[in-house]
Nanobody
């Protein structure tokens, strides 16, 4: 069992940056594939980025590639999402998720989400 708590969301202008954090408790993050998803109003939840257990491999949605970066600090049991060059279409609730099986498609645990709003 692991509990995930996101933070770092907020209101930012177009072109700005934010760093989201996802703090885990209950089990070391090195056991999990970690990912970020987002859900905009009226839309389905979508994949944003994922990070392998070792942190050596990362994957991104095309829409954020080159602007967002996922990273982890296993010593702090925290995963980050650095978001640069933000645009209004990035506005969404961002969720972190953990996969114990190592799957990049099925996640066992989810955080409660943090709101990111990008103003034009």
């Amino acid at each position: 069992q692991v509990q995930l708590v996101e933070s770092g969301g907020g209101l930012v202008q177009t072109g700005g940056s934010l760093r989201l954090s996802c703090a885990a408790s209950g089990r070391t993050l090195s056991s999990y594939v970690m990912a970020w998803f987002r859900q905009a109003p009226g839309k389905e939840r979508e994949f944003v980025a994922a990070d392998s257990r070792s942190g050596d491999n990362t994957y991104y949605a095309d829409s954020v590639k080159g602007r967002f970066a996922i990273s982890r600090d296993n010593a702090k049991n925290t995963v980050y999402l650095q978001m640069n060059s933000l645009a209004p279409e990035d506005t969404a609730v961002y969720y972190c998720a953990a996969s114990l099986s190592g799957s990049y498609y099925l996640y066992d645990y989810w955080g409660q989400g943090t709101q990111v709003t990008v103003s034009s």
